[in-house]
């Protein structure tokens, strides 16, 4: 059983950044897929960034430029640097696991999950 455990979120004014981290445990074998999802108050969980074990990223728009995944395989751990944040990031950030080979920002292919971050950005 895969255990998730994020850490890093905080307070921060707009323009700040932040540095979230997610460390698994509990694995046989890395997970190939890992990914950050994030829910505001009143909407649907975001797919934010995804990373499979070789490295290759993904993006939503909204993020691209700003924010950046990436994971150490030896640590076990993902990392999502977040620049320029705005006060539309404030949200719940959720880190995401599967083992399939489809590595995509997409809610429905991740059965392990972590219990999340807060992350708020004031203006």
């Known amino acids: 059983q895969v255990r998730l455990v994020e850490s890093g979120g905080g307070s921060v004014q707009a323009g700040g950044s932040l540095r979230l981290s997610c460390a698994a445990s509990?694995?046989?074998?890395?997970?190939?897929?890992m990914a950050w999802f994030r829910q505001a108050p009143g909407k649907e969980r975001e797919g934010v960034a995804s990373?499979?074990?070789?490295?290759?990223?993904a993006y939503i728009d909204s993020t691209k430029g700003r924010f950046t995944i990436s994971r150490d395989n030896a640590k076990s751990t993902m990392y999502l640097q977040m620049n320029n944040l705005t006060p539309d990031d404030t949200a719940m950030y959720y880190c995401?696991?599967?083992?399939?080979?489809?590595?995509?920002?997409?809610?429905?292919?991740?059965?392990?999950w972590g219990q999340g971050t807060q992350v708020t950005v004031s203006s």
């Open positions: 995401a696991a599967h083992y399939s080979s489809a590595c995509a920002v997409q809610a429905h292919l991740f059965n392990y």
């Open positions: 509990g694995y046989t074998y890395l997970p190939y897929c």
């Open positions: 990373i499979a074990i070789n490295g290759l990223t």
